[in-house]
């Protein structure tokens, strides 16, 4: 599972880097499309895992959806408490928070492929928790910069 992770986050970062260091204005250039790219290769990922098990999803969707959502909460909660705890701004605390519910779900939906392949069912969550993440991330980033963006840099 370690090698998993080397090829899917390390090599990945350190290849990003190691181009943004040679070529930069390469790299410049490609940042306004790589967020395109990104999207469409996660939705692509997302359809992969759900078409082929959409029957299992649908007969436990209320399981793994609580689960989802509760956990997407509780990382919430957690990283608010956490900053709050800390001292931390606003702005941080609502970073923190961010930070914590965002994982990676992609590299969660991949090891699962990849390490427990007689299990079809354990790259669901993983693809499921990307389509929440997006869906809740994208209100969650509304009510931030509405309702607190006169206070970014005060104290709760």
């Known amino acids: 599972m370690f090698v998993s992770i080397v090829q899917i986050v390390i090599i990945p970062i350190g290849l990003g880097l190691l181009l943004n260091y040679k070529f930069p204005n390469f790299c410049e250039e490609l940042k306004n ?5 990104s999207a469409v290769v996660i939705a692509i990922i997302v359809a992969g895992v759900i ?5 299992a999803i649908i007969e436990s969707s209320a399981v793994i959806l609580a ?16 900053g709050y705890l800390s001292g931390m701004k606003r702005k941080q605390m609502i970073t923190i928070a961010i930070e914590l519910c965002f994982q990676n779900s992609g590299l969660s939906t ?10 079809t069912l354990a790259t669901v969550p993983g693809a499921l928790y990307s389509v929440w993440q997006n869906f809740a991330g994208s209100i969650l980033a509304y009510i931030f910069t509405k309702y ?9």
């Open 67 to 82: 689960v989802i959502v509760l956990q997407y909460f509780i990382a919430m909660g957690l990283g608010f408490v956490v």
């Open 110 to 119: 991949s090891l699962a492929k990849t390490h427990f392949p007689a299990l």
């Open 51 to 55: 078409g082929p098990n959409k029957a």
């Open 33 to 37: 499309y790589l967020p395109t790219l």
């Open 148 to 156: 607190f963006q006169d206070a970014e840099d005060s104290d709760i």
